[in-house]
C-alpha cells in the first residue's frame, strides 16, 4: 500500500493503548493515542524555560493496565487526562507520580468516554503546580509548541514542533463495548507523541496548555510516531473536566 492507503491512528496509553476503528481522508484507519519532532523556529532558550515551567504541572499515571500522562487542574490534587489512559484501572484508583518524584494514590472522579476526557483527584496532597490554560482558538497553523508527557515511561518528556493543521475530527468506536468516543477540532501537530504521552501536555511558547495530547497516526505496522499527532482542543477538555468536578 502506498500514501495514505494504510493509516493507523494509535491511543497512547502504555502498553496496553488500545486500537480504534477511524476513518481518515477516506481511507480505513485506526486510532492510538500519543506526539512531536524539533523545529528550529525559536531560540532554545525560550524553550527551556516554558519546559523547565510546564514540567512541574504534568504528571505522569500508571493505571495498572496502561500507563500515560496528565495536567494539573487545581493546587487541591484534580488532574486531567485521558479516559482511555484510566478506563481499564482497577478499583478506580491509579497512581499518580509527580514531576519531583513523589507519588499519590487518586480516585477516578469521573470521565466522558465519548470525548476520551477523565478527571483524577490525588489523595492527601496540597499546593501542587496547577497547569495554565490558554484559548485553543487562537491556536494557529505554524504556531511552535512543545509536548510533555511520560511517553514509554519515560517522565518528563520534551519534545517540541509545529501546529500542523486544525479542525480534524476524530471518530470511531471506544474500548467500551457499544460506545463512541468523537473528538472534534482536535489539534494536529507534528510534536513527537508515543504510547505514554496520552493525557499530557501540549503547550503554546507563553507555556499555556492548549491541548490534551490523545492520539497519533502510525504507518504500516509501527506503533512509533511520524510527525502526525492530535490533541483535544485545550477549550473542550477544560470544559469538559470542569463539568465532571462539579457534577
Do not use: W
Request: glycine content about 14%; proline content about 2%; some cysteine.
Amino acid at each position: 500500500m502506498t500514501g495514505l492507503a494504510a493509516i493507523v491512528l494509535a491511543f497512547c496509553a502504555g502498553v496496553t493503548g488500545g486500537y480504534l476503528a477511524h476513518r481518515l481522508d477516506g481511507t480505513n484507519s485506526i486510532i492510538a493515542s500519543v506526539g512531536a519532532p524539533a523545529a528550529g523556529v525559536v531560540d532554545r532558550d525560550s524553550l527551556a524555560r516554558v519546559a523547565a515551567a510546564v514540567q512541574q504541572s504534568v504528571v505522569s499515571i500508571d493505571a495498572g493496565t496502561a500507563e500515560g500522562s496528565g495536567v494539573i487542574l487545581s493546587t487541591n490534587g484534580y488532574v486531567l487526562t485521558n479516559n482511555h489512559v484510566v478506563s481499564m484501572a482497577r478499583g478506580r484508583t491509579v497512581q499518580l507520580t509527580f514531576a519531583g518524584g513523589r507519588t499519590a494514590t487518586a480516585g477516578i472522579v469521573g470521565t466522558d468516554t465519548a470525548h476520551d476526557v477523565a478527571v483524577v483527584r490525588a489523595n492527601g496532597v496540597s499546593g501542587l503546580p496547577a497547569a495554565t490554560f490558554g484559548d485553543s482558538q487562537k491556536v494557529q497553523v505554524g504556531d511552535a509548541v512543545l509536548a510533555i508527557g511520560s511517553p514509554l515511561g519515560l517522565q518528563g518528556t520534551v519534545t517540541a514542533g509545529i501546529v500542523s493543521a486544525l479542525h480534524r475530527d476524530l471518530r470511531g468506536p471506544a474500548r467500551s463495548a457499544g460506545t463512541f468516543f468523537s473528538i472534534t477540532d482536535a489539534i494536529q501537530t507534528d510534536a513527537a507523541i508515543n504510547p505514554g504521552n496520552s493525557g499530557g501536555a501540549l503547550v503554546d511558547r507563553a507555556g499555556r496548555v492548549v491541548g490534551i495530547n490523545t492520539a497519533i497516526a502510525t504507518a504500516g505496522q509501527s506503533e512509533g510516531n511520524i510527525g502526525v499527532g492530535f490533541a483535544i482542543p485545550s477549550n473542550t477538555a477544560k470544559q469538559i473536566a470542569d463539568r465532571i468536578m462539579t457534577s
